[in-house]
């Protein structure tokens, strides 16, 4: 990966739908260019997919949540196809600490998350934060430390 790629990378995670043509003014180069570049990235699995953002209250999910769950290992291969399945799901992520699992997820109401949650329980012990706000919300990597590790081997 180049700086070309770096800055290719940035720009499509600020917004996957802007033109080639705009990207190919960005980097001084042509439009081919960076669209062969483009599916290079995507081929060795950098560029992963490509997302809409939705805001969740709009659409009626007014309840986000973190919730902790402890998971014994043999546990798993009964558990993901299960969480996998369950669309108010964001993510879930197995961590170190207390807890094996934390799993965002976004509910239209208490009561739905509650049901959820005693799904859940069937695997093991809960504990459940609710967001409040997001004072900062998911976004991209900043790519800016391998730009500047680039720059010092030049």
Do not use: W
């Amino acid at each position: 990966m180049d700086k070309i790629d770096i800055k290719i990378l940035s720009l499509l995670q600020e917004n996957s739908r802007y033109p080639l043509k705009f990207l190919a003014e960005k980097v001084f180069l042509s439009s081919p260019a960076v669209s062969a570049r483009i599916e290079r990235l995507e081929k060795q699995g950098i560029i992963t997919g490509y997302h809409a953002t939705l805001d969740p209250l709009t659409l009626g999910f007014h309840i986000t949540a973190f919730i902790n769950l402890t998971l014994e290992p043999h546990q798993k291969t009964e558990f993901y196809p299960f969480v996998e399945s369950c669309p108010n799901v964001l993510e879930c992520n197995c961590v170190t600490g207390t807890y094996s699992m934390l799993i965002k997820v976004c509910f239209p109401s208490t009561q739905e998350l509650d049901h959820f949650i005693g799904q859940l329980q069937t695997y093991g012990k809960t504990e459940t934060q609710i967001v409040f706000s997001t004072p900062v919300p998911s976004r991209g990597i900043d790519l800016t430390p391998i730009e500047d590790e680039e720059a010092s081997e030049e």
